[in-house]
T-cell receptor, first 114, second 111 residues
Framework: GAGVSQSPSNKVTEKGKDVELRCDPI?????LYWYRQSLGQGLEFLIY????????KSGLPSDRFSAERTGGSVSTLTIQRTQQEDSAVYLC????????????FGEGSWLTVV | QQQVKQSPQSLIVQKGGISIINCAYE??????FPWYQQFPGKGPALLIA?????SEKKEGRFTISFNKSAKQFSLHIMDSQPGDSATYFC??????????FGAGTRLTVKP
C-alpha cells in the first residue's frame, strides 16, 4: 500500500480482555517497529523486527505484551489481560532497512481500556 | 532509562518568531538524529535529520544544530507560522535500529 496501515483505528475493550492490533507495513520494508504513545507523552519503544532476525523485544513493558510478524510483512501486537494503564495510541512504523532510512509511521491504533 | 531528553515540554511562539527545541542524548554510539512532526490524530512524520559529521543542517525554515562534544542537538524553526503548530519529537538511533524518542514538545504558534 501507499503507507503504513494500522487496524483497528480505535478499540475500546474491557479490563481483562485480550486485544490484537494489526500493522501492514509499506511494501518492501524489512524493518518494522511498534511504539506506544500515552496521552501527551512521548513515543515509547516496544519492539523492533528486522527481516528474519530475532526481534528486539527489549521495550515490551510486561509479559502480557507480545508481537509477531508473519512472512516478514504484517505484524500483530497482542496485549493479554488488558489493564487501564494500557490505554494509549499504539503506533506502528516501517523502514526500508537499517542505516538511516526514513521511518514511516501509521496513524496509530487508539486503545481504551475501561 | 530515558536516553534522549527533550525540552521544553511546551512552547508558545508568536507568528514570525523563532521556535527552538532542545535535545540531549547519552549514548555516544548514536549516529542518526531525526526530528519528527506530529499533528493531532496523525502519526509522526520525518521533518529533518542530521548525522554527527556535520554541525548544522538547514531545510527551508527548519535547521538542526548539532553539538557532538556536548551531546546536544536542537531544532530551530525560523519565521514560525500557525501551521507549524504541532508536537515535535527528537530522536536518536544507531543507524536506523531501535530509534529512541524524546518526550515531545507541543508547539503553538499564535497568529
Amino acid at each position: 500500500g501507499a503507507g503504513v496501515s494500522q487496524s483497528p483505528s480505535n478499540k475500546v475493550t474491557e479490563k481483562g480482555k485480550d486485544v490484537e492490533l494489526r500493522c501492514d507495513p509499506i511494501s518492501g520494508h524489512t524493518a518494522l517497529y511498534w511504539y506506544r504513545q500515552s496521552l501527551g507523552q512521548g513515543l515509547e519503544f516496544l519492539i523492533y523486527f528486522q527481516g528474519n532476525s530475532a526481534p528486539d523485544k527489549s521495550g515490551l513493558p510486561s509479559d502480557r505484551f507480545s508481537a509477531e510478524r508473519t512472512g516478514g510483512s504484517v505484524s500483530t501486537l497482542t496485549i493479554q489481560r488488558t489493564q487501564q494503564e494500557d490505554s494509549a495510541v499504539y503506533l506502528c512504523a516501517s523502514s526500508l532497512d537499517r542505516g538511516g532510512n526514513t521511518i514511516y509511521f501509521g496513524e496509530g491504533s487508539w486503545l481504551t481500556v475501561v | 532509562q530515558q536516553q534522549v531528553k527533550q525540552s521544553p515540554q511546551s512552547l508558545i511562539v508568536q507568528k514570525g518568531g523563532i521556535s527552538i527545541i532542545n535535545c540531549a542524548y547519552e549514548n555516544t554510539a548514536f549516529d542518526y538524529f531525526p526530528w519528527y512532526q506530529q499533528f493531532p490524530g496523525k502519526g509522526p512524520a520525518l521533518l529533518i535529520a542530521i548525522r554527527p559529521d556535520v554541525s548544522e543542517k538547514k531545510e527551508g525554515r527548519f535547521t538542526i544544530s548539532f553539538n557532538k562534544s556536548a551531546k546536544q542537538f536542537s531544532l530551530h524553526i525560523m519565521d514560525s507560522q500557525p501551521g507549524d503548530s504541532a508536537t515535535y519529537f527528537c530522536a536518536a538511533s544507531i543507524g536506523n535500529n531501535d530509534m529512541r524518542f524524546g518526550a515531545g514538545t507541543r508547539l503553538t504558534v499564535k497568529p
